[in-house]
Nanobody, 115 residues
Framework: QVQLVESGGALVQPGGSLRLSCAASGTIFRFDAVGWYRQAPGKERELVASIGSHGDTVYANSLKGRFTISRDIFKNVVYLQMSSLKPEDTAVYYC?????????WGQGTQVTVSS
């Protein structure tokens, strides 16, 4: 049973920063990749960033330079550091783990960027 638990979502002002955490049950090395997706109201879910088992990272082009994905392999946690947040970053952010031919999702954490 794969469990992914996100945390860290909050209301933040434009220009602010936030760090999301995704805690996985068991070692994250067993997955091909662990990543973050987001879904804004009325929009499709989109990839934000992912990190592979070898530490290789992929980012949505529009978010490069503002968002950084990282991991703590001892704690089995994947982080998403977000900076210079904009109102259009408002969304539910989901953790995803891809492996064994399947995708696993967390319950999501709300990020709201507003003054």
């Amino acid at each position: 049973q794969v469990q992914l638990v996100e945390s860290g979502g909050a209301l933040v002002q434009p220009g602010g920063s936030l760090r999301l955490s995704c805690a996985a049950s068991g070692t994250i090395f067993r997955f091909d990749a662990v990543g973050w997706y987001r879904q804004a109201p009325g929009k499709e879910r989109e990839l934000v960033a992912s990190i592979g088992s070898h530490g290789d990272t992929v980012y949505a082009n529009s978010l490069k330079g503002r968002f950084t994905i990282s991991r703590d392999i001892f704690k089995n946690v994947v982080y998403l550091q977000m900076s210079s947040l904009k109102p259009e970053d408002t969304a539910v952010y989901y953790c995803n783990a891809h492996g064994f031919g399947s995708d696993y999702w967390g319950q999501g954490t709300q990020v709201t960027v507003s003054s």
